[in-house]
């Protein structure tokens, strides 16, 4: 895979091109270190491609790590998830770890903090311990167990671990400093009680580490040089520090925040995203309107595509929403070269043919893509009924309608010039059938100059043509959400279009995930999930245009 990471800088990267320069460091180590309680995210990709992209042009490590500390939320159904999307992505990990991994390091740990007076067994309740935590302006008070002996404390956590005690019963906390302008060091939790099957140790734990101990231990653990995270958890670094350093860590870890990724029109939030597949408003975390990378994978994106974007947008240290559209014109730009050109019908209307021979088929020369003629060219079946846009016919056009009507005359991409003769209504006034006549000598590509006609429309073959269904895509969630209201309130009623058409008959060995440019309709990928033998499903990419422009990159 390439790497372009080095023609695009970030303040991530200078800081360890200056830590090499230096010598503050040998070599680098950074690391992915997910959650497995759902489905990855764009938001994700990102990180995902800083961490492995750095590492790669530096000749350093990188490594998938799990933070698995909380077994009530995390399943062995999210780890492989994962691990599949990172590979897809495109990148493979050095190691691959979990923090359960180190349960018993932590531990040990915990048990120095507590002989070097750093660490306390408490008994307050979950709401004793934030009332007494105090407020931004305000101090935390004491808790009356912050003064146990180290004998106590140490008996109290063993029993703890043996499972003498109830979920809630009690906590370890450190003892660093209530009076803290950082709520993040007023004697926060290390390690609470959950009687609950762990996916990966089962039941030989019932005490589990909070993320804020566990974290900078698994980064000491794993001689992570650079951990890089988003910038909720910059308050967080002091406390990161002090775990390091109390717990005697040999590997001495720096932690460094950037910006999460924000895209308009999507939610970004693994606890909103399960919510949505809880409460069925998707078809599962695979979903194509899901901003998950399985969504996207499903949709029709490329890996390309996202890598270049998360390379685009930047490694910034302020946060900013980017305008979904520039995720849109990656995958263009992507498949523009490589996505064969065809002809599809969503929504057709038949049109006969009067004076083309009834029993012809003729076989039209097409290329497969005109921006790559080194993918040749494919053969368009050609006969007297066809299937053409209910869009492109109007009885009583406007104006500047330049497709077909009564009288007038289109061409048929790849075909013929056809001029409307008849319509055919049912009973309800509908247009059910239309009848035009043809020029055998304007066939495409004979040279015909007699004259000029103004549109150009689409079609598929009705003899030889294969049925198909098109689901079409707008945003899930509208970013328009009013006061009051949650982001369920908010969803697109029409972020999901269902419709029935045709392809042309050269598609009938198509495979899931193949993608294709359908003329004016946009780019398609073969969907996955609901496609069979008997049935071809196509999710919508993206359409053909956009107003985007690439901003100038952000550093």
């Not at 039209?364 to 209910?390: C, H, K, V, W």
Request: aromatic share 10%; hydrophobic share 35%.
């Amino acid at each position: 895979m390439e790497n372009k990471s080095a023609s695009s800088s970030n303040f991530i990267r200078n800081i360890v091109l200056e830590d090499l320069r230096e010598g503050r460091v040998g070599e680098i180590v950074t690391r992915f270190p997910p959650e497995p309680n759902g489905y990855l995210h764009i938001g994700h990709a990102k990180a995902i491609c800083l961490n492995f992209e750095l590492a790669k042009e530096f000749n350093g490590r990188a490594n998938l790590r799990f933070d698995d500390t909380n077994p009530v939320k995390e399943d062995t159904e999210y780890v492989e998830a994962i691990k599949e999307d990172v590979q897809w992505l495109g990148f493979e990990w050095d190691g691959l770890f979990f923090a359960s991994d180190y349960f018993e390091e932590m531990y040990n740990r915990a048990v120095l903090l507590i002989k070097k007076g750093l660490a306390y067994v408490c008994d307050l309740s979950p709401e004793e311990i934030r009332q007494t935590r105090g407020t931004l302006t305000e101090p935390g008070t004491n808790s009356p167990y912050r003064d146990r002996s180290v004998e106590e404390n140490l008996d109290l956590f063993q029993r703890m671990r043996n499972g003498e005690f109830k979920d809630g019963e009690k906590v370890l906390r450190a003892k660093i400093d209530m009076s803290s302008p950082n709520i993040n060091l007023r004697d926060p939790i290390l390690y609470r009680i959950s009687h609950a099957t762990h996916h990966n140790t089962g039941d030989k734990w019932c005490i589990y580490p909070m993320y804020d101990y566990a974290h900078p231990l698994e980064d000491a653990i794993e001689g992570v040089t650079h951990s890089l995270c988003s910038l909720e958890f910059e308050d967080h670094r002091p406390l990161y520090d002090w775990v390091v350093r109390e717990c005697e860590m040999e590997n001495v870890p720096r932690q460094y925040e950037f910006a999460r990724l924000n895209l308009t029109n999507t939610v970004m939030s693994k606890r909103k995203l399960k919510q949505l597949v809880d409460e069925q408003v998707v078809d599962g975390w695979d979903d194509p309107r899901m901003p998950t990378i399985s969504g996207l994978r499903r949709r029709g994106f490329t890996p390309e595509s996202i890598r270049t974007f998360a390379r685009e947008i930047g490694v910034a240290r302020s946060n900013s929403t980017v305008d979904e559209k520039m995720l849109e014109h990656f995958i263009r730009e992507d498949l523009k070269l490589k996505a064969p050109r065809t002809m599809a019908v969503l929504r057709p209307l038949k049109v006969v043919i009067t004076n083309y021979p009834e029993d012809q088929v003729e076989l039209l020369d097409a290329e497969i893509n005109p921006e790559n003629p080194e993918m040749g060219t494919r053969q368009i079946p050609f006969s007297r009924e066809i299937y053409i846009e209910q869009d492109d016919f109007m009885e009583n056009p406007p104006s500047k309608y330049f497709r077909l009507f009564p009288g007038n005359e289109v061409r048929l991409k790849h075909a013929y010039f056809i001029k409307c003769t008849d319509v055919i209504k049912d009973e309800q006034g509908n247009v059910v059938e239309i009848h035009c006549t043809y020029d055998p000598e304007t066939k495409s590509g004979s040279g015909f100059t007699g004259r000029k006609v103004k549109g150009t429309i689409h079609w598929v073959d009705a003899k030889h043509a294969l049925p198909a269904e098109f689901r079409l895509y707008e945003p899930l969630i509208l970013d328009d959400q009013e006061e009051g209201t949650t982001f369920l309130d908010n969803i697109n009623p029409n972020s999901l279009e269902i419709v029935n058409g045709y392809v042309e008959p050269n598609m009938k060995e198509t495979k899931p995930h193949d993608k294709y440019q359908f003329f004016r309709h946009g780019y398609f990928n073969v969907d996955p999930k609901y496609t069979t033998e008997d049935k071809l499903v196509f999710n919508r990419i993206v359409s053909l245009k956009s107003s985007f422009e690439l901003p100038k990159q952000q550093g």
